[in-house]
């Protein structure tokens, strides 16, 4: 149980266009999901909280109008990465909260989506 | 800034226990401790969590000191799929955000 999936897995894109990652709880109900972003030889970095049905809440020096999070059911969110550049390049991992017992404390993460911008 | 401060790496001989410690000296009464591990270009694998009690799950055993300033992760017969980077995070039933520190490289070794 408690398996978190994100699509896709990799993507090659080129500057300026956008990007949009796929993040779904396969087995349980999410009320809050998290985004974050990690760099080569990194931790990771929380970009941001969303709960289902309204705004996510960003993390100090993310853009929010850069980075849409969209969190419109209890097992997906997206995360749309504006005008992609270079430097936007990294490993986009999110992870869910569940709801039920002995579920509502833990984080479950996806396998990463590493986004490359030409 | 993360509330945890962990050794950057440790090596550990295979079948032998690996123990990974991490101070957490700032910690509130209601926020937990949790253990995730990540093996390259993966997300992070929970591992195990705790308030103050100890916990043992079939993969680690989490040893909280009583006062709950530090604990130690213990992985009782290391194998060579145990290398990676632990993460040793605190969090609060109200945000649930994590903060992730640098965490521990671990290398498990033949």
């Known amino acids: 149980g408690a398996v978190v999936s994100q699509h896709p897995s990799w993507v090659i894109c080129k500057s300026g266009t956008s990007v949009k990652i796929e993040c779904r709880s396969l087995?349980?109900?999410?009320?809050?999901m998290f985004w974050y972003r990690q760099f080569p030889k990194q931790s990771l970095m929380l970009m941001a909280t969303?709960?289902?049905?309204?705004?996510?809440?960003?993390e100090q020096g993310v853009e929010k109008d850069k980075f849409l999070i969209n969190h419109a059911s209890l097992t997906l969110s997206t995360l749309t990465v504006t005008s992609a550049h270079p430097e936007d390049s990294s490993f986009y991992i999110c992870s869910a909260r569940g709801t039920g017992s002995g579920m509502t404390d833990t984080q479950y993460f996806g396998p990463g989506t590493r986004l490359t911008v030409l | 800034d993360a509330k945890t401060t962990q050794p950057t790496s440790m090596d550990c001989a295979e079948g032998r226990a690996a123990n990974l410690p991490c101070n957490h000296s700032t910690i509130s009464g209601n926020e937990y401790v949790y253990w995730y591990r990540q093996i390259h270009s993966q997300g992070p694998q929970y591992i195990i969590h705790?308030?103050?009690n100890n916990e043992t799950n079939e993969m680690a055993s989490l040893i909280i000191t009583e006062d709950r300033k530090s604990s130690t992760l213990i992985l009782p017969h290391a194998t060579l799929r145990d290398t990676a980077v632990y993460y040793c995070i605190v969090s609060s039933s109200g945000t649930y955000k994590y903060i992730f520190g640098t965490g521990t490289r671990l290398k498990v070794l033949a």
């Open positions: 705790g308030l103050k």
């Open positions: 087995d349980f109900q999410a009320t809050t």
């Open positions: 969303s709960n289902e049905g309204s705004k996510a809440t960003y």
